[in-house]
């Protein structure tokens, strides 16, 4: 399963804050870098968002991205992607991954209902 980045506007990625490894470590945005709290893999089969420099998963927790240990069974770990709009969508509350605020330096990843702002909006 391939990594890559998960982009936002301009030069920001979806990023593990301070390359932690540890569970519930914030995802924020953040310049792009291509280190490997930056890569993701998508597994089709689970929907689950994995990341390379931890091998945890993404994870909403009270409305916020974090990493957590994998879990198949755990619906907060559950991601599909939109094309056509360029949204993740969490599958246990229907909402878009969101730039919270739209404050991309540093700022935190939450969940948002879905609406056509760039700080949804995800090159996947």
Do not use: A, E, F
């Given at each position: 399963?391939?990594?890559?980045?998960?982009?936002?506007?301009?030069?920001?990625?979806?990023d593990v804050a301070n390359g932690s490894k540890r569970n519930r470590a914030p995802l924020i945005s953040f310049p792009c870098h291509s280190g490997p709290n930056q890569k993701f893999s998508y597994k089709k089969r689970t929907k689950q968002l994995v990341v390379k420099s931890s091998k945890k998963c993404v994870?909403?927790?009270?409305n916020r991205l974090v990493?957590?240990?994998c879990n198949t069974r755990k619906i907060s770990q559950q991601w599909k992607?939109?094309?056509?709009?360029?949204?993740?969508?969490?599958l246990k509350n229907r909402k878009c991954v969101d730039v919270n605020a739209g404050i991309y330096?540093?700022?935190?990843?939450?969940?948002y209902p879905c609406h056509n702002g760039e700080n949804q909006k995800w090159k996947k």
């Open positions: 399963m391939p990594y890559k980045q998960i982009r936002s506007k301009k030069t920001y990625c979806l994870d909403l927790v009270k990493q957590n240990k992607y939109n094309p056509k709009n360029k949204h993740w969508i969490s330096d540093k700022g935190y990843v939450i969940t």
